[in-house]
């Protein structure tokens, strides 16, 4: 939560999914625009996190503000993160 800035809900929920990208795997194959393609595919990868919270009657919500350098230390890992997804049981259960 403090590395990413505070926010509560990212300390509130009992998981936090941390996406990191490796953008050499892509950039090797397509050089530059590689960059465009992994944040395509980040986007992507939310969007399904979204549809399974949905899916399963969970709440997530995708937070991009955090020190970088800090969710490194805390996660390690390879690659630079871009995502911080806490996923968590609504307060309130979903009205479809
Ligand atoms: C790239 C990106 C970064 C975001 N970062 C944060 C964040 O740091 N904290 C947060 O509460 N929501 C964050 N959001 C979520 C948005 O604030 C918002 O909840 C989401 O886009 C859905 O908006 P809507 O309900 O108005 O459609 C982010 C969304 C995107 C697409």
């Known amino acids: 939560m403090r590395a990413s800035l505070d926010q509560e809900w990212v300390g ?4 936090n999914l941390v996406v990191n990208a490796i953008y050499e ?10 960059v465009r ?7 992507h990868l939310g969007q399904n996190i979204y549809l399974q ?9 995708v937070v ?3 020190y970088d350098e800090e969710v490194k230390r805390i996660v390690g ?13 609504p307060a309130e259960p979903w009205k479809l």
């Open 12 to 15: 509130a929920a009992p998981i």
């Open 25 to 34: 795997r892509t950039t090797r194959h397509y050089g530059d625009r590689g």
């Open 37 to 43: 393609y992994v944040h395509m595919e980040v986007g």
């Open 53 to 61: 919270c949905i899916s399963l009657g969970l709440a997530c919500v």
């Open 64 to 66: 991009g503000a955090f």
């Open 77 to 89: 890992g390879a690659g630079e993160p871009l995502y911080v997804i806490p996923v968590a049981v």
